[in-house]
Each structure stands twice: as structure tokens, then as C-alpha cells.
């Protein structure tokens, strides 16, 4: 059975850090390219980066571009996005998804419906 679990969330103040984890299991992840989604209360669910399979082409949203970085260890079955200098406005669930793919240089996307599989997610609150 195909899961995606997240961890990795808390509570956090302005300007400090966070690393979530996407762990698979029942699949091999290898083949998927990994998307890290979030939404907050009243908004719709977007896009944060995405990664291909080999981690070579990673994908940012504007708002997120300089702050954090996703990365991926196959062998670990783990895909992960450091977030730094965190904000208020960063407060969200976090949700991974995957999406299996043929290609290594499918850099994956932020369009949440192209995505198949998806985690719980991990909640994410940046207050002071």
C-alpha cells in the first residue's frame, strides 16, 4: 500500500527553522517525482517546490525562493524541505505528494491536481 508520511512541523518563531520529512513506504520513491504543498485556514491548497526523481531539477514558489531548499535521499525513501528565515505567513499544514513519473527530467510542478498520492500532512505555526 502506497503512504507518505510527513513530520518534522511545530511551532516556531519569525526568522527561525524547520526540516519536514516525507517518508514513503509500500513503494519505492525513485520513481516519483515529490511535491511539498501547503494551505492555511480559509485559503486554497499551493504549491511550495517540487523535486524530480533524481533531485536534479527542484522547482520554488516565488514566495519561497531564497528561504527554502527540498532535497531528497532515494536510499532513504525520504524527501525533505528545509525552511529557513520563517514567517508568519509560512503558518500552514504541509502536505508531500507524489506523482510517478517516466522521465528523470520531469521537474514535478506545483499544480496539486497533478499529483496522485498524498500524506496527512504536518502542521507548521510561525509565531512569536
Known amino acids: 500500500q502506497l503512504q507518505l508520511v510527513e513530520s518534522g512541523g511545530g511551532l516556531v518563531q519569525p526568522g527561525g527553522s524547520l526540516r519536514l520529512a516525507c517518508a514513503a513506504s509500500?513503494?519505492?520513491?525513485?520513481?516519483?517525482?515529490v511535491g511539498w504543498f501547503r494551505q492555511a485556514p480559509g485559503k486554497e491548497r499551493e504549491g511550495v517546490s517540487s523535486?524530480?526523481?533524481?533531485?536534479?531539477?527542484?522547482v520554488y514558489a516565488d514566495s519561497v525562493k531564497g528561504r527554502f531548499t527540498i532535497s531528497r535521499d532515494n536510499a532513504k525513501n525520504t524527501v525533505y524541505l528545509q525552511m529557513n528565515s520563517l514567517k508568519p505567513e509560512d503558518t500552514a499544514n504541509y502536505y508531500c505528494?507524489?506523482?510517478?513519473?517516466?522521465?528523470?527530467?520531469?521537474?514535478?510542478?506545483?499544480?496539486?491536481?497533478?499529483?496522485?498520492?498524498w500524506g496527512q500532512g504536518t502542521q507548521v505555526t510561525v509565531s512569536s
Open positions: 505528494a507524489a506523482k510517478l513519473v517516466t522521465s528523470i527530467f520531469h521537474p514535478g510542478g506545483l499544480a496539486p491536481s497533478e499529483y496522485d498520492s
Open positions: 523535486i524530480s526523481r533524481t533531485g536534479l531539477f527542484t
Open positions: 509500500g513503494f519505492t520513491l525513485d520513481s516519483y517525482v
